[in-house]
């Protein structure tokens, strides 16, 4: 009688172990699937945010802007044409730098309405100079060509607000950025020099502040 009963006691312990131990099993395993579903749901937000961005920024006209699909960024697609080792705006026709204002102005309100229409994201505006490779001058004298094509989007931009055209007014929302790629930006077109001598405009949003605000909720 003893032996049985001591059996049974037993058997109660190992099964209030074994249930203890599917507990805890099932408390990690919900947790873990807690913190992958909210993971996935970050990532799904942040994915349809920038898909619907991406959209809105497509309207751009293309009388102005050309899209990179392989860089995922803008060109400006007028023709510009800087003389040789010059950041001087004025180089361009005036015909020319009057489309660089219209272009100006459709980035700036398609922008400003982006923005309004996304209130949680902020965003970084890349503007960035290219330099033609001419006579091998990007082996000997690569820094030259970097603060030439710095000098020229920050020339592009100077003229853009001197003809009322100022991101900085999307500021703190939209940060801007002033870059020259030298001889050697992604962007750049490999098979016409010539084309070197354009803007890129590159626009990134900044999902994780939205990110932080929806956990916030």
Same mark, same amino acid.
């Given at each position: 009688? &003893?032996?049985? #009963?001591?059996?049974?006691?037993?058997?109660?312990?190992?099964?209030?172990?074994?249930?203890?131990?599917?507990?805890?099993?099932?408390?990690?395993?919900?947790?873990?699937?807690?913190?992958?579903?909210?993971?996935?749901? +970050?990532?799904?937000?942040?994915?349809?945010? *920038?898909?619907?961005?991406?959209?809105?920024?497509?309207?751009?006209?293309?009388?102005?802007?050309? $899209?990179?699909?392989?860089?995922?960024?803008?060109?400006?697609?007028?023709?510009?044409?800087?003389?040789?080792?010059?950041?001087?705006?004025?180089?361009? !026709?005036?015909? &020319?730098?009057?489309?660089?204002?219209?272009?100006?102005?459709?980035?700036?309100?398609?922008?400003?309405?982006?923005?309004?229409?996304? !209130?949680?994201?902020? $965003?970084?505006?890349? *503007?960035?100079?290219?330099?033609?490779?001419?006579?091998?001058?990007?082996?000997?004298? !690569?820094?030259?060509?970097?603060?030439?094509?710095?000098?020229?989007?920050?020339?592009?931009?100077?003229?853009? #607000?001197?003809? #009322?055209?100022?991101?900085?007014?999307?500021? !703190?929302?939209?940060?801007? *950025?002033?870059?020259?790629?030298?001889?050697?930006?992604?962007?750049?077109?490999?098979?016409? +020099?010539?084309?070197?001598?354009? $803007?890129?405009?590159?626009?990134? #949003?900044?999902?994780?502040?939205?990110?932080?605000?929806?956990?916030? *909720?």
């Amino acid at each position: 009688m &003893k032996k049985n #009963s001591f059996f049974w006691v037993s058997y109660s312990d190992l099964m209030t172990s074994l249930f203890f131990i599917m507990l805890v099993l099932y408390v990690i395993t919900f947790t873990v699937l807690q913190i992958e579903l909210a993971d996935t749901k +970050e990532k799904a937000i942040k994915l349809e945010k *920038i898909e619907e961005i991406q959209k809105a920024l497509e309207t751009l006209d293309k009388e102005y802007f050309e $899209f990179d699909s392989l860089n995922k960024r803008y060109k400006l697609s007028i023709d510009i044409q800087f003389k040789k080792n010059s950041e001087d705006i004025k180089d361009i !026709p005036r015909d &020319k730098r009057d489309m660089l204002v219209k272009a100006g102005k459709e980035l700036y309100n398609q922008f400003k309405a982006v923005i309004k229409d996304n !209130p949680n994201v902020d $965003f970084l505006l890349v *503007i960035e100079g290219n330099t033609q490779r001419l006579n091998g001058n990007e082996k000997y004298n !690569p820094d030259g060509g970097y603060r030439l094509s710095y000098q020229r989007a920050l020339a592009l931009y100077n003229f853009w #607000s001197e003809n #009322s055209i100022n991101f900085r007014e999307l500021a !703190p929302q939209c940060e801007i *950025i002033l870059a020259g790629s030298g001889y050697f930006g992604q962007s750049r077109d490999q098979n016409d +020099e010539n084309k070197n001598k354009r $803007f890129t405009i590159q626009l990134t #949003s900044k999902v994780g502040k939205l990110i932080n605000d929806y956990k916030a *909720i």
